[in-house]
């Protein structure tokens, strides 16, 4: 095949245009060569190919510059509840107390810079994944061929293309023998394309069709070649896409929206709270300062201020999980976002399936046989459909893996994945092809043509010459004249052998035929058209092939659909393939193809959706509607994909997860979580991450906003009985903060319940603090006011205020000990079976009791924290009233589920 040459012209910088070559795919390989002034067996000169390096930059995506780090900092600060805290914080060194201004704030400094870290850390983690464009190319300039930084490609280089190689930018082949291009990235099709120099496609030809181009981040699975480069960096096809990313819209996380929410209603409560309070202690009298600072820690009390750290530590806790279980976490909400996942729009090629061809049936002597195993590893047999003993199947094996390319080696394919294939099925057919391929040299071969649709070798076996083919069975059928059978060599019986191929296309297989002939070797010498040799064949049998569902992936849909979960299914491939595959997958429901997608609008799909469970034959922007079109339905939506064209889906669903191996730069750069094992059963893990890590928060709330409502009621109704304020404020910022501190941290750490994936997702706008959940947490407060205003009276009786408050003081902090265990469930008893599950929460409540005892008894934080010593007898009676918390509730537990079993009965 000859390379077209132009004639040469000078380099001139004005001829090369500072765009895309337009439509370089209906254009003439010459007519390209001319406008960008290059002679293909010559190629650029260094100089001309600096000259134009300066005129259009590098070969490489833009990417957003990077926020500076003290914005990202500032950012940490924008939550309601962080601004509600500042303000308390202002407001205390206003009236004086600078004491509870700077313990405020230093929580609040303390849960920016947790998450300033943990955000930095996700980003450098990332980093690490991003191999963005393939880190050197060779090219021919100056008339030799050398190797070159991809980022300095250039319109009018000549790029040398290998099987194996990252093709590094857009371009117009040149030269094209045998080449096939792994185009998966962009059409979603596992099959390499063939490609040829000589086609004209039209203008408007879809971007899978364009035969006579190659794309940027596709690779070559076959043959050689060379291209001109038409196009580099944002000018290219995955260019266009990165371009595409930056229309869609990013939201707020459903964390975020609670967190905001609660922030909202703690602070119209702390103000009504503390106005209260306030007009309460002028009416009796009360010195306005004392009671204005009163009225301030109250309200602070009524927010939980620990709640931002302990969220910020929960998610950080549930990132560098995930990151051991594979997976890089690039905010930290966003493995909470993926607990109230309710939709998962996945792409199959590579995540759902393995992005490997293997070979599923074959039909071989009138018999149908089965080949079990995973992708390109040598595990797995083939089994007899009719339950009968198994043949020798070298008769099929041997022309098959003759009439190879490639080479397999540890479960990796180099070369045409559908040939490598055939060479494992032949390993587990017992047929060592490596042997047999040196015992019989290849002496000529005819290589496979998009025209004649087939392949075939030639091996000298002493007189005779072995010719082996392999092709399209409705191509080869003609070719052949007898068949094996298993009395030998018989009539050809081509309408069962087209039933077989019809039941495999079926089941979306993709069909080779294997045939053969033994030429004699007179007849082979004297023959000038090797090609004319490829008649009278054997017929010897058809193999389906089909790039094979994960085993992994099947368990993990079938999780999710336990959970509640939807799975759907987006693809490039044929209606047929996908229908397949997601019957393999347990995916269910409609088929909805590209084409249709394309007359559907997105409120009419909305419509539709829940009864749809398969996308075909797709486009990216096809899959942005799918997003949009879900979330209108107010689904929760996280898109799993590793493609170009899956980029813009990921950036507009609710959290897009990209694979760190077979991903391309421009998804991981819009995904907010990378898997680095490519494995979509680690979706699992963190949906129950994410699932575990809201129930845990649910338990801090629960804790923390019950502590602040005990302490409200304690505060307000002290005073109508006729008793002392019990709580100064920094006692309370103490209980707040410090002993209530622990116990929290720690419970955002709890293990997840082992039901968590047996139950739906929960809706989107679920309040965080429900009713429901309110009225137990009154309950709640009301059992510690009512326990701690009778210590604080009893205290009172038998001394004087300071004893009162002391105990006060103490049987509040105790309260908290059945309180942590009340609230880690909202049903089941707190003696269950995780009662002993978590370490940490009993080494906080035990760092808790030791700072009590020592608030209580050290005679400077005594007098810091205006306390008395207690008898052993005030620590029983203390203790006795706090424990009675956890007793109430565990026979509030018990006749709730007795009333259950009535009601059911």
């Not at 927010?303 to 990151?323: D, F, N, S, W, Y």
């Not at 494992?424 to 019989?440: D, H, I, N, P, T």
């Not at 989107?764 to 210590?791: E, K």
């Amino acid at each position: 095949m000859n390379i077209i040459s132009p004639p040469r012209r000078p380099d001139m910088h004005s001829e090369i245009p500072p765009h895309l070559i337009a439509e370089a795919h209906a254009r003439s390989t010459a007519d390209i060569l001319t406008e960008l002034s290059v002679n293909p067996a010559e190629g650029l000169s260094q100089a001309e190919a600096a000259a134009r390096l300066e005129r259009h930059g590098a070969n490489r995506l833009t990417e957003k510059p990077s926020r500076a780090r003290w914005l990202l900092f500032i950012d940490q600060f924008k939550s309601y509840l962080i601004v509600v805290l500042i303000f308390a914080a202002i407001l205390a060194g206003v009236i004086g107390d600078m004491t509870d201004a700077l313990v405020i704030l230093f929580v609040v400094l303390l849960n920016a810079f947790l998450g300033f870290q943990q955000e930095q850390r996700a980003e450098q983690s990332l980093s690490v994944l991003k191999k963005m464009l393939a880190t050197s190319c060779r090219v021919r300039r100056g008339g030799i061929a050398m190797d070159v930084p991809a980022d300095d490609l250039v319109p009018g280089d000549i790029v040398l293309l290998d099987a194996g190689s990252r093709i590094p930018a857009d371009g117009r082949l040149v030269l094209a023998t045998t080449l096939e291009i792994d185009e998966s990235p962009f059409t979603g099709e596992s099959v390499p394309v063939s490609k040829t120099a000589e086609l004209l496609c039209p203008g408007k030809t879809p971007l899978a069709e364009r035969a006579n181009m190659a794309f940027m981040n596709t690779c070559i699975t076959r043959g050689r070649g060379e291209c001109v480069v038409t196009a580099t960096g944002m000018q290219t096809q995955i260019g266009h896409i990165a371009q595409l990313m930056e229309t869609t819209e990013t939201s707020m996380t459903p964390l975020q929206v609670q967190l905001d929410a609660v922030g909202s209603r703690l602070a119209m409560l702390a103000g009504a709270v503390a106005v209260l309070l306030l007009v309460w202690g002028v009416a009796r009298g009360e010195p306005l300062m004392e009671t204005l600072l009163t009225a301030v820690a109250l309200a602070v009390a009524a927010i939980p201020e620990g709640l931002p750290a302990v969220v910020t530590v929960t998610l950080a806790v549930g990132m560098h999980l995930m990151a051991r279980r594979q997976a890089i976490v690039k905010q930290l909400s966003s493995v909470e976002t993926l607990g109230c996942t309710t939709v998962i729009c996945s792409d199959k090629t590579g995540t759902l399936t393995l992005n490997q061809m293997m070979v599923r049936s074959f039909f071989f002597l009138g018999r149908r046989f089965s080949v079990s195993g995973s992708g390109y590893e040598n595990t797995g047999q083939i089994s007899a459909d009719d339950g009968k003993s198994l043949p020798d199947f070298s008769t099929l094996l041997e022309p098959a893996v003759l009439c190879t390319d490639c080479d397999v080696q540890d479960g990796k394919v180099s070369g045409d994945p559908m040939e490598g294939a055939l060479l494992v099925m032949a390993a587990k057919g017992g047929v060592q092809y490596r042997e047999l391929q040196s015992q019989l040299p290849r002496t000529a071969e005819i290589p496979f043509d998009s025209t004649h649709k087939f392949m075939a070798t030639f091996h000298r076996q002493g007189d005779v010459v072995k010719l082996c083919v392999k092709g399209a069975p409705e191509v080869l059928l003609p070719l052949c004249g007898t068949s094996i059978t298993a009395a030998g060599a018989d009539a050809l019986a081509p309408q069962i052998i087209m039933a077989e191929v019809e039941r495999m296309a079926a089941q979306a297989l993709r069909v080779l035929a294997v045939a053969c002939r033994d030429v004699p070797l007179e007849e082979f010498d004297m023959c000038g058209d090797h090609i004319s040799l490829v008649q009278g064949l054997t017929f010897v049998g058809i193999v389906g092939l089909m790039d094979p569902p994960r085993n992994e992936a099947r368990e993990a849909i079938g999780i999710c659909h336990r959970a509640g979960i939807q799975v759907k299914m987006i693809t490039g491939d044929h209606r047929l393939t996908a229908a397949a595959i997601a019957a393999e997958l347990g995916i269910k429901g409609e088929i909805m193809t590209g084409a249709e997608l394309e007359q559907t609008s997105v409120e009419q799909l909305a419509e539709r959706l829940d009864h749809i469970g398969i996308f075909a034959r797709v486009a990216p922007e096809h899959k942005v509607k799918i997003v949009q079109a879900l979330k209108r339905n107010n689904h929760v939506v996280a898109m799993t994909g590793d493609g170009v064209n899956d980029a813009p889906a990921l950036k507009a669903a609710d959290i897009g997860i990209a694979m760190g191996i077979t991903g391309t730069d421009v998804a991981k750069e819009a995904a907010k979580m990378v898997l680095t094992n490519d494995n979509f059963a680690t979706i699992v893990d963190a949906v129950r991450e994410g699932r575990r890590i809201y129930d845990n928060i649910v338990k801090f709330l629960r804790f923390q906003v019950s502590t602040n409502a005990g302490a409200i009621f304690t505060m307000l109704l002290a005073p109508l009985f006729g008793l002392p304020v019990p709580f100064t404020a920094l006692q309370i910022l103490l209980v707040n903060i410090i002993m209530d501190g622990p116990p929290a941290m720690a419970l955002g750490l709890d293990p997840a319940n082992p039901n968590l994936m047996q139950q739906p997702p929960r809706r989107q706008d679920a309040r965080v603090l429900s009713w429901p959940r309110l009225a137990v947490i009154g309950f709640y407060g009301a059992i510690m006011a009512a326990g701690t205003l009778v210590m604080l009276a009893y205290g009172e009786a038998t001394g004087d205020k300071e004893r009162a408050t002391t105990l006060a003081f103490t049987t509040f902090v105790l309260f908290q000990f059945g309180n942590a265990f009340n609230v880690r469930s909202e049903t089941g008893s707190a003696f269950g079976h995780n009662f002993f599950s978590n370490w940490k929460l009993w080494a906080a409540l035990a760092t808790v009791l030791g700072l009590l005892v020592l608030v209580v008894n050290w005679p400077v934080a005594q007098q810091i924290f205006h306390m008395r010593p207690l008898s052993a007898l005030d620590w029983i009676f203390a203790s006795s009233i706090a424990v009675s918390i956890l007793l109430i509730e565990e026979t509030r537990k018990l006749l709730l589920k007795v009333m259950g079993r009535i009601g059911r009965g």
